[in-house]
């Protein structure tokens, strides 16, 4: 008797007003409950925007030496007015560097560098990986060995160990090192959407725009590779992560982005010598990497847990 | 079991030929003259026929294909440029602190983060699973050679005259040297023989050496020189598997057995240790392993910044300096460990949980 009159108003209401939330809604609303989430998001946020308003953000030209032009020395310590520096001397947020830049317009500009590292070679990996996962799904046989063990191959090597290879083959660079960096974890979405393509090409809705003569790529394109885009998303966001992270580490060692450009992982590497004398050199570009890679890792985590379907409605 | 493993190792003979391919192709696309490249500029005209010869540079790419496989498999790894030795011996000598290092770094991660994992899976939601889950997403997302650097500002020079000093590079401090134990024992070694490098590789090992020599002292300021390096390089498999042990443990917490334990009156440490933790951690044992490839990548940056002349450092100095047989090998010997430890890992795994279908 009490179970009956709880259950009524429900149906009812199911029955009545409520309209349907597209995929993505539901998708939305999910991502941001998760207080990680919005976090990431924020912080992401503020990333874009100070790339796309360097030139307004930044005090001064990041490659600019300012040598005759101002009053300071190599590595100078951060003066900020706010916390009691002398009022007299020009304020520099983040200091001095070795080269007697303005660290803080560096780190400004530097964002649009990991942005561009993270989302060219994720693109370039996400590209390839899916073309040679659907090509192995769908064909089988040979060719999916072949492809496969390749994949299997790539893998066998430590990301970064083969992305400094290759960087040592190519020659030092930022686009080798976007390079480097993107084919070292095509093997990642090639499985995603193997997997995803062996799981439904045998359907029947698959079967079924076969049997009305659709040409394979139509059918790949419409019917299975939609299927691949929940968890490749989620492998792209966490992916930006490591591909800044493992870029970084190429461009601190030396391989990644020349001098001057502002790039964080590069800066750091250059005065890592100085760490005992002049901190903030390698303090700022490091908790700016941290932060990036923070952001997508939050991002990541947040659209995995809003995608599952296994947690709807928790 | 046995015809398990023996099929998982027959299946990684085409992965392992695959890297012999992308290893000699490494080798081959050195930019400009092979000989001048790996002889020095100076070679003459003379020195490099002769070179090229005796390598089978002047045959097919793929003679000179099974002439590297043949080379390989019977140890020969070529002879550096820098130091003008054979590779192997380089390897023998350097391989252990990297190992050392590595190993060390795995045990901090898995002595800290399971424990953290099942703390936040039981008090789920607690302060002290927000904080775990903090950390172990700040712990993938700080650059190890930052976390490096900072650790060795905060321990060498913050903490300089406190008893948390820490030096911050070198393996060994100035005054303490490492008398390989075959030495010390008067054991013959000209380095000859796979017996006689074994003794050599195990000498190197300094805490191994340390301990069966009896010599605490060294055994003491190796370890002190261990840790800073180790604690960086161990973040982010902490950080990995923390979370692992986590969702895994959560996701065995929410199953009909562990009601059923419960329901059968058993107090939640049987519970929690002897049902749930024991299922929960078989894939944690996968993501250990696969943690290694990320350990000997970090390698090269964690014994750049504290001056360990370990694999990673001697890999990273050869690009800069055009070694590339060192490159080659080292690539080569780093990728075989990273496929001998999946296989393991791989057969372990079946081996520990019944459930796997051995066919």
Redesign the interface.
């Known amino acids: 008797m009490s179970t009956a009159t709880v259950e009524e108003p429900t149906v009812a209401k199911i029955g009545s007003n409520v309209k349907a939330e597209s995929l993505w809604a539901v998708t939305m609303r999910r991502f941001f409950k998760q207080r990680n989430a919005i976090v990431g998001t924020i912080i992401l946020l503020i990333l874009v925007l100070t790339a796309i308003f360097a030139p307004y953000i930044a005090p001064y030209d990041p490659i600019q030496v300012l040598i005759g032009v101002e009053d300071v020395s190599r590595r100078e310590k951060p003066c900020v007015h706010l916390l009691g520096c002398d009022p007299e001397k020009s304020q520099h947020l983040m200091g001095i560097d070795g080269n007697v830049r303005d660290q803080f317009s560096r780190i400004v500009y530097g964002s649009r560098y990991s942005l561009l590292i993270g989302f060219t070679t994720v693109s370039f990996a996400i590209i390839i990986g899916t073309i040679l996962g659907a090509i192995a799904g769908y064909a089988g046989g040979i060719t999916e060995d072949v492809i496969m063990r390749m994949m299997d191959v790539l893998l066998a090597f430590p990301s970064l160990l083969l992305a400094i290879a290759i960087v040592a083959v190519l020659g030092p660079g930022l686009q080798n090192t976007l390079l480097a960096v993107g084919i070292v974890t095509i093997p990642q979405y090639a499985r995603i959407v193997r997997s995803s393509v062996l799981s439904v090409k045998e359907q029947e809705y698959v079967e079924a725009s076969r049997a009305l003569g659709a040409s394979p790529f139509h059918i790949l394109r419409k019917r299975i590779l939609p299927n691949s885009l929940t968890p490749l998303i989620v492998a792209a966001t966490l992916g930006i992560a490591t591909a800044i992270l493992d870029a970084a580490a190429l461009s601190f060692l030396g391989f990644g982005a020349q001098p001057p450009a502002p790039e964080w992982g590069a800066m750091l590497g250059t005065e890592r010598g100085q760490i005992f004398s002049a901190p903030h050199l390698v303090f700022f570009p490091g908790i700016a990497i941290s932060l990036t890679v923070l952001a997508f890792n939050l991002l990541g985590d947040g659209l995995r847990d809003a995608l599952d379907p296994r947690l709807k409605g928790k | 079991m046995i015809q398990y493993t023996l099929r998982r190792l027959i299946a990684s003979i085409?992965?392992l030929f695959?890297?012999l391919?992308?290893t000699f192709a490494?080798g081959r696309?050195?930019?400009g003259d092979p000989c001048k490249a790996i002889l020095g500029e100076r070679a003459s005209q003379a020195t490099c026929e002769e070179f090229i010869k005796t390598r089978g540079l002047d045959r097919s790419i793929p003679e000179q294909f099974a002439i590297y496989m043949r080379d390989v498999t019977r140890g020969d790894l070529g002879n550096s440029i820098k130091f003008s030795r054979p590779v192997m011996d380089i390897i023998i000598e350097r391989m252990p602190l990297t190992i050392e290092l590595s190993l060390a770094a795995l045990i901090l991660a898995v002595l800290v983060g399971v424990p953290l994992g099942i703390i936040s899976a039981i008090r789920r939601n607690s302060p002290i699973d927000v904080g775990t889950m903090l950390f172990a997403?700040?712990g993938?997302?700080?650059?190890?050679?930052?976390l490096g650097?900072?650790l060795?500002?905060l321990f060498?020079?913050m903490l300089a005259d406190t008893p948390f000093h820490l030096p911050p590079s070198g393996r060994l401090p100035a005054g303490v040297t490492s008398t390989p134990f075959y030495e010390l024992w008067g054991w013959e070694n000209n380095g000859e023989g796979i017996w006689q490098n074994l003794q050599i590789f195990l000498g190197n090992l300094y805490i191994f050496n340390a301990i069966i020599t009896g010599d605490w002292t060294l055994l003491k300021a190796a370890i002190r020189h261990l840790i800073l390096p180790s604690v960086a390089l161990s973040t982010i498999p902490m950080a990995i598997i923390a979370r692992m042990t986590r969702s895994s443990m959560l996701e065995v917490l929410g199953l009909d057995y562990i009601r059923t334990a419960r329901a059968k009156g058993l107090n939640f440490r049987q519970v929690t240790f002897k049902h749930a933790l024991r299922n929960a951690l078989l894939p944690v044992v996968t993501i250990v392993g696969l943690q290694?490839?990320?350990l000997?990548?970090?390698a090269?940056?964690t014994e750049?910044?504290f001056g360990l002349a370990g694999v990673g450092r001697t890999?990273?100095e050869a690009?800069?300096g055009r070694d590339y047989p060192i490159?080659q090998a080292f690539?080569l010997v780093?990728?075989i460990i990273?496929?001998a430890a999946n296989l393991i890992v791989d057969i372990s795994y079946a081996y520990l949980d019944p459930r796997i279908k051995l066919d």
């Open positions: 085409p992965v695959g890297i391919l992308v490494l696309s050195v930019p997403n700040i993938v997302s700080i650059p190890v050679f930052f650097l900072m060795a500002y060498a020079v290694l490839g990320a000997l990548g970090g090269v940056l750049t910044i890999l990273f690009i800069t490159v690539t780093i990728a990273f496929v």
